[in-house]
């Protein structure tokens, strides 16, 4: 009778009769309904209408503290908050005031108590968002996001009535554009081609292209700095949407503050298990640029809580890698810094009801429907003496873990906190045979250290609740978690156990192979770090994850390379060239600028002789129309000489191929300017060049859908191509590793590590950018 009662009252506040069944199926959301309607109904001395009913449904929903249910329904049914756009100001109101007494005076100011907005106002409003977005609307028609609009008139008028507003768009975008015809009723995916190539070029410069943003790209600290990302400020953590505020946090928060004097701090805890690679580039600028551009510290923790996957190599690749970035950690610290805390706090969980020591194997507890643990409700003391226990080494591997008492976001319940490892660990030995897990371990050590922002990536946003629980259930500081998406790249793969089975099958040489896109892989590769910090800032701090693709990054790393990388010539396959009437009884010492483009960066010296070495494909017997390099009666210039050769002679072997040309030279004011000049190398070194491609052939190596048989059938077998007998200038004899160049017209190349005394590697970096005006 009383569920038929509350049906009633539901469905009388202008529910419908499936979503008030739905509400009473939520014991607590119930209580709070009939509450918040009951206290109408007095305040009101009449029947509730339904526009009244509806933000009351909304207030129940929503409200997290209690205390504040009267508060809020008096102003509800006094109607001085009668739209949705003031009770979610109200809402945020009393979330970010949670102390008493609430000021009235500035509660009725942020919520628009008493502002009155006219249908004159909305109508001017909606005018003038259509009036700047006319050229497109008439373009797009229908097809146009109208949301835009309805968005910009209520950023103007913020407190108007959202059905007002979208009636207004409806009766003006119908005034203009007339009635829908066929074509507005087309799918957008059928009209998207049609209105790209109407629009043409009109927003190229506001969107990537060619691996280039518009000029107006923010630095990555001015995407960081200050109120760009509306975080909370220090010690204001209760203001964030989601944070759980108890009786404790106020006092904590003043704790912390006196502890921090309010300056930012954020962390960044990679687990020492692998490399890193092109998505941890975006979350080191994120953690260290966020704390940089704040005046703040950033921590460099390592998540060392699972002994059997990590090794020293990885903990000191990962602090080279910080410092690559060019970032250096307020402190270096590890989870097992606190292994004794955390332990004495999985005692006091215990203690407090909140956790208790589980069986069920490991295969029982995956997935999201697991069954629930029977001993879930076992006694405080059993569960104190069975965890003491674990710590004793009595139980063996997957026989006893301790689980904590909650049920996170994705519906996981309950989830592990210690678990039995027999694996010594790299810092503390044998003294522990029991771990904790990143779900109980990663937030207390943010409240140890005192984080102000804690910084992940969107797949730990299910994490969010056990995160607030923990710190809470222990009334210890609590941070606040924010979220921002993964950074991915097309044609890569960076998960640690596929890029071990690359290692395994041979396809890669190691993490660092230089066609993964692992940090290690990018540095062996020549991808300087300004390069890799200016692609993080170019993708910018977003919140949905991106996949890019790689010329983009490609792109970032030429505008590096230019502007710092010296030139050099070199040839790749080479074709022997005999200058017969060499001006001079030596060699010439020619100067050659380091940057053609500014000569104030000085020049280097290489030797010009009788005989030259050019790139075979820079000559032909029979060449086909438009080519304007070296053929019969078609001279070429040789860059920085001043000298132009024609072709006498061709020289060939036994097979017929070309062994040498012979040729004359001349002076390059002497005559008619040549269709183009060339680059060449006389009294080279050898050297060994490593040119690659793609590893994968694929956009999406992973995906079953794209790639059926898996990342590992969809290898390029031409990734890498090896020049054993490259030919390069003088210049660069005393170059060392990670040194690089632009080999002129080739690309930009870095001295590999596997290079030694007498012979020198280089690894292409990147090609030159395409000139369609040369050839």
């Known amino acids: 009778m009383a569920a038929l009662d509350s049906l009633s009252l539901f469905t009388s506040l202008g529910l419908s009769e499936q979503k008030a069944r739905e509400t009473l199926k939520n014991s607590a959301l119930s ?148 009635p829908k015809m066929e074509a507005d009723l087309e799918k957008k995916s059928k009209v998207a081609k049609a209105r790209l190539e109407e629009t043409d070029r009109r927003t190229a410069k506001d969107v990537m292209e060619n691996g280039e943003t518009a000029d107006q790209t923010l630095s990555l600290m001015e995407q960081l700095r200050g109120e760009a990302l509306k975080f909370h400020k220090p010690g204001e953590n209760y203001k964030t949407p989601g944070y759980v505020v108890t009786p404790h946090t106020m006092n904590l928060l003043k704790q912390h503050l006196e502890i921090t004097g309010g300056q930012v701090r954020t962390r960044f805890p990679p687990e020492p298990n692998g490399i890193l690679h092109i998505g941890h580039a975006k979350a080191i600028n994120f953690n260290f640029g966020y704390a940089k551009a704040n005046n703040g510290i950033c921590f460099l923790r390592f998540d060392d809580t699972n002994p059997e996957k990590e090794e020293a190599k990885f903990f000191t690749a990962i602090c080279d890698m910080v410092a690559w970035l060019g970032y250096t950690p307020y402190k270096v610290t590890y989870a097992s810094d606190y292994f004794d805390q955390l332990y004495a706090w999985a005692v006091e969980l215990i ?168 940090l290690t892989a990018l540095r062996r590769r020549g991808f300087p770090p300004e390069a890799i910090n200016n692609f993080c800032a170019r993708v910018g701090v977003t919140v949905a994850q991106t996949t890019m693709e790689p010329h983009l990054l490609e792109a970032c790393v030429r505008d590096v390379l230019n502007d710092t990388a010296p030139r050099a010539m070199a040839v790749l396959e080479s074709l022997r060239v005999i200058i017969t009437n060499f001006p001079a009884a030596k060699s010439l010492d020619i100067q050659v600028p380091n940057f053609p483009a500014d000569e104030t960066k000085g020049f280097h010296q290489v030797p010009f002789a009788p005989i030259v070495f050019i790139e075979r494909t820079d000559f032909k017997e029979e060449p086909e129309p438009g080519f304007k390099r070296l053929a019969w009666g078609q001279p070429v210039g040789l860059r920085h000489t001043g000298y132009v050769i024609e072709l006498q002679r061709v020289v060939k072997g036994p097979s017929g191929c070309v062994e040498s040309l012979e040729v004359t030279c001349r002076r390059a004011d002497a005559g008619e300017k040549p269709k183009a000049f060339i680059h060449w190398v006389s009294q080279p070194l050898m050297c060994e060049v490593r040119l690659y491609e793609r590893l994968f052939q694929h956009k999406n190596p992973e995906d079953p859908t794209e790639v059926p048989g898996g990342f590992l059938s969809d290898l390029n077998l031409a990734s890498l191509h090896v020049v054993d007998a490259a030919l390069v200038d003088c210049s660069v004899a005393l170059a060392k590793p990670f040194d690089k160049f632009q080999f002129e017209r080739l690309g930009y190349f870095s001295v590999d590590p596997d290079s030694h005394q007498g012979k020198l590697v280089f690894n292409r970096t990147v090609t030159l950018k395409e000139d369609p005006g040369k050839v």
């Open 31 to 178: 209580a709070q309904l009939r509450e918040a309607a009951t206290q109408a109904q007095q305040t009101l001395g009449s029947t509730i209408d339904k526009a009244t009913g509806i933000l009351l449904y909304g207030l129940a929903s929503r409200l997290r503290d209690t205390r504040r249910l009267s508060f809020l329904v008096s102003y509800i049914a006094s109607k001085k908050i009668h739209t949705e756009p003031q009770l979610s100001a109200a809402l945020e109101y009393v979330r970010s005031h949670p102390l008493d007494p609430i000021d009235t005076v500035d509660f009725e100011r942020e919520c628009g108590v008493g502002v009155i907005v006219t249908p004159e106002q909305i109508e001017e409003a909606v005018e003038a968002a259509i009036n700047r977005h006319r050229p497109q609307l008439l373009v797009e028609r229908y097809h146009f996001n109208m949301g835009l609009l309805m968005g910009e008139a209520r950023a103007v008028l913020k407190w108007a009535d959202g059905k007002m507003i979208k009636n207004e768009v409806d009766m003006q975008v119908l005034h203009l554009l007339g």
């Open 351 to 518: 203690r407090r009801g909140l956790a208790y020591v589980c069986h069920q194997r490991g295969e029982e507890l995956k997935g999201h429907n697991t069954l629930p643990s029977p001993w879930r409700d076992r006694p405080m003391e059993e569960s104190l003496l069975l965890f003491e226990a674990m710590r004793k080494g009595k139980f063996s591997e997957g026989e006893a873990t301790l689980r904590m008492k909650l049920v996170m976001e994705d519906g996981k319940m309950d989830p592990v906190a210690y678990r039995v490892k027999y694996t010594p660990h790299h810092r503390t030995g044998d003294k522990w045979c029991i771990y904790p897990t990143y779900d109980y371990t990663h937030c207390l050590c943010d409240s140890i250290e005192h984080i102000t922002h804690s910084l992940c990536t969107k797949e730990f946003q299910a994490r969010r609740s056990s995160y607030f629980w923990l710190c809470n259930a222990l009334d210890v500081y609590c941070p606040v978690q924010w979220e921002y998406g993964r950074l991915n790249l097309h044609y890569a793969i960076v998960s640690k156990r596929k890029i071990l089975q690359l290692v395994a099958t041979g396809a890669v040489r190691d993490w660092d192979d230089p066609r993964l896109f692992t």
